[in-house]
T-cell receptor, first 116, second 114 residues
Framework: AQTVTQSQPEMSVQEAETVTLSCTYD???????LFWYKQPPSRQMILVIR??????QNATENRFSVNFQKAAKSFSLKISDSQLGDAAMYFC?????????????FGQGTRLTINP | KAGVTQTPRYLIKTRGQQVTLSCSPI?????VSWYQQTPGQGLQFLFE???????NKGNFPGRFSGRQFSNSRSEMNVSTLELGDSALYLC?????????????FGEGSRLTVL
């Protein structure tokens, strides 16, 4: 079975600085997706960034980027120029690449605090 | 385009009762999945429906059930409620035309069992 591990239950960063959230996963599949989702206090889960396993290039979305190390099964999220609105729970998630497999496997989450 | 809508947002039940939660996916999305979120267990997959058929099921007891209607709206039901069923229940939908892998989540239904 696939597992996702986030080893940092809580992180804090000063506004405008950079923070990196860690995620490791375990799978025997070769085709899969990895995601970072953000859940603000309002609770709605929002996709931050997505990475397809077959792509070697790390995904980037504005201030958010990932460091995808497939061999090490590591998928960290870097947030640059942190803003107060980035404060939330961040979940790393895995999904098999088969189109019929809609199940997401989530890590336990990292609570990110932004200090003004 | 309207997002994923879940009702009710909050509800309180007592042990032994049953509850039905509703989810309306994004228009055009045919896949609906449900997740349970608790502080102790985190986010756990319940089940997924596609075109009115359950396609995937998580490791939950038979008290948890669901269904999907022809308009893709989905309901989940929990019978004989237990204290441990207190959780945030999240619904997510996905379009099938282009599989980007992304799920779109609703705001959830917060269930408290007393």
């Amino acid at each position: 079975a696939q597992t996702v591990t986030q080893s940092q239950p809580e992180m804090s960063v000063q506004e405008a600085e950079t923070v990196t959230l860690s995620c490791t996963y375990d799978t025997s599949e070769s085709d899969y997706y990895l995601f970072w989702y953000k859940q603000p206090p309002s609770r709605q889960m929002i996709l931050v960034i997505r990475q397809e396993a077959y792509k070697q290039q790390n995904a980037t979305e504005n201030r958010f980027s990932v460091n995808f190390q497939k061999a090490a099964k590591s998928f960290s999220l870097k947030i640059s120029d942190s803003q107060l609105g980035d404060a939330a729970m961040y979940f790393c998630a895995y999904r098999r690449g088969w189109q019929g497999a809609q199940k997401l496997v989530f890590g336990q989450g990292t609570r990110l605090t932004i200090n003004p | 385009k309207a997002g994923v809508t879940q009702t009710p947002r909050y509800l309180i039940k007592t042990r032994g009762q049953q509850v039905t939660l509703s989810c309306s996916p994004i228009s055009g999305h045919r896949s609906v999945s449900w997740y349970q979120q608790t502080p102790g267990q985190g986010l756990q997959f319940l089940f997924e429906y596609f075109s009115e058929t359950q396609r995937n099921k998580g490791n939950f007891p038979g008290r948890f059930s669901g269904r999907q209607f022809s308009n893709s709206r989905s309901e989940m039901n929990v019978s004989t409620l237990e204290l441990g069923d207190s959780a945030l229940y999240l619904c997510a939908s996905q379009g099938s035309a282009t599989d980007t892998g992304e799920l779109f989540f609703g705001e959830g239904s917060r269930l408290t069992v007393l």
